[in-house]
């Protein structure tokens, strides 16, 4: 192989283990496991058990349970996401060559379903099972973006199974536990036409659509120090998850579709707190950790290390108030502040920054065994300055085009977060 295609091979492994780096970048948690949590911008959730989905956030709240419930619902993401006045580099003969590039809307609608059902078998036991989901984030660029090596396509998704199990100890104390079945999904795209010419193999620099399914478990306890004050804690142990599927990686010898890409998830700790002032207003809060450190890097089962990170773990600080107006309606609002996982290194295909979350809901009281929940959240990024590049492997070289690229551009993510769900108790 000639120094020209060995150089353009090493550019192009470099520019996917970037795209890679970008496809699973810290945002891509969701907040999305009930309308009611949402309504309060999930403030006390891991301890308030006003329905079913309480068991997402803490097993151990079945205990406060004397009969069954079911919750079912939908929370949709809308996500504006947009990459503003971005320049692109790409080193030539003649030296580099400068774009400015049209400004990028990327973002989508995603849905997270969920159902949930808590089953006390007596005053000390209860079981529960739930479907909803904890990761989950979708980018796509126009075809014609020219730096679609560092843009693409990024649609990951995941959905969590889970079974658990609440033990009343005596009446301030109860713990609960519980086995997650998590199926995890990512379709990735990343394209570069001039470095696509330059390689021997066909197709895109990358272009992944695989899948897999992992265990984690879960861990809680709630003290209730009496009838209107309470406090909860869990930890959640996420698995690395392994997908299989159709994977084409050209710089990684084109079809590695026989090996499996490890992902690392993190694990999540909450701490909240519950307490009903009187018979009208509650007050609650929570403090999340969310540990994105632990995504130090991607690879594959093969040992092909695509790249190494540098994470921050990551927090939520919430708070919020319920007003129980009547027999009829219940009111709802909440504040959080959300802190990036991302430091140094950031992305366009993935934009991440602290956030606000902005939150407001109700429950409406069909009857005294059922009700409907809404809840709506306005969640406000930060503007972040983005600069990614693909460094040139060998300086010595003289390669004819192109042998790097980079790009610098502003990136700002807002979303509109909202959801409906159904209650009843048995």
Do not use: C
């Given at each position: 192989m000639n120094k020209k295609r060995l150089f353009t091979k090493s550019v192009v492994a470099v520019a996917i283990t970037m795209a890679s780096q970008q496809a699973l970048a810290a945002g891509f948690q969701l907040n999305a496991q009930s309308a009611t949590g949402l309504g309060r911008a999930f403030a006390g959730d891991a301890v308030i058990a006003d329905n079913a989905s309480a068991m997402a956030r803490n097993a151990a709240a079945m205990s406060l349970f004397d009969a069954p419930a079911i919750s079912l619902g939908i929370n949709a993401i809308d996500s504006d996401i947009d990459v503003k006045d971005a320049q692109y580099t790409a080193l030539t003969q003649r030296g580099p060559v400068t774009a400015s590039l049209a400004d990028q809307q990327v973002g989508d609608t995603s849905y997270a379903p969920n159902i949930y059902y808590i089953h006390p078998i007596n005053d000390k036991w209860a079981v529960g099972a739930g479907i909803y989901s904890n990761f989950g984030t979708k980018t796509e660029f126009s075809d014609n973006y020219a730096a679609n090596e560092y843009g693409g396509m990024t649609d990951v998704k995941s959905i969590n199974f889970a079974l658990s199990a609440s033990y009343r100890i005596n009446q301030q104390w109860s713990v609960g536990g519980g086995l997650d079945v998590i199926y995890g999904a990512g379709k990735l795209q990343r394209s570069n036409k001039a470095l696509?010419?330059?390689?021997?193999?066909?197709?895109?620099?990358?272009?992944?659509?695989?899948?897999?399914?992992?265990?984690?478990?879960?861990?809680?306890?709630?003290?209730?120090?009496?009838?209107?004050n309470r406090f909860g804690l869990?930890?959640?142990?996420?698995?690395?998850?392994?997908?299989?599927?159709d994977m084409h990686y050209?710089?990684?010898?084109?079809?590695?579709?026989?090996?499996?890409?490890?992902?690392?998830?993190?694990?999540?700790?909450?701490?909240?707190?519950?307490?009903?002032l009187n018979d009208k207003f509650a007050v609650h809060y929570s403090v999340q950790w969310i540990g994105w450190s632990a995504f130090d890097k991607l690879e594959t089962s093969g040992n092909k290390v695509l790249n190494t990170?540098?994470?921050?773990?990551?927090?939520?600080?919430?708070?919020?108030?319920?007003?129980?107006?009547?027999?009829?309606?219940?009111?709802?609002?909440?504040?959080?502040y959300d802190t990036s996982a991302q430091d140094q290194k950031t992305s366009i295909s993935v934009p991440d920054s602290d956030r606000q979350?902005?939150?407001?809901?109700?429950?409406?009281?069909?009857?005294?065994k059922s009700n409907i929940d809404f809840g709506l959240t306005y969640l406000v990024g930060k503007d972040v300055s983005v600069t990614e590049s693909t460094p040139n492997p060998d300086p010595n070289t003289n390669p004819v085009f192109p042998d790097a690229t980079s790009i610098s551009a502003t990136t700002h993510a807002n979303a509109l977060l909202y959801g409906i769900q159904y209650s009843r108790s048995f």
């Open positions: 696509e010419a330059a390689l021997p193999g066909d197709g895109p620099l990358l272009d992944v659509d695989a899948d897999g399914v992992a265990f984690g478990w879960n861990v809680g306890t709630v003290y209730e120090l009496n009838d209107n869990s930890y959640r142990y996420s698995p690395e998850l392994e997908a299989e599927g050209q710089p990684g010898g084109g079809d590695i579709g026989n090996e499996k890409l490890k992902m690392p998830l993190p694990d999540m700790a909450e701490f909240s707190g519950f307490h009903k990170y540098e994470w921050q773990d990551g927090w939520h600080y919430a708070l919020g108030g319920t007003y129980y107006l009547n027999s009829d309606w219940t009111l709802r609002t909440g504040y959080m979350w902005f939150s407001a809901g109700f429950t409406y009281h069909i009857d005294s």
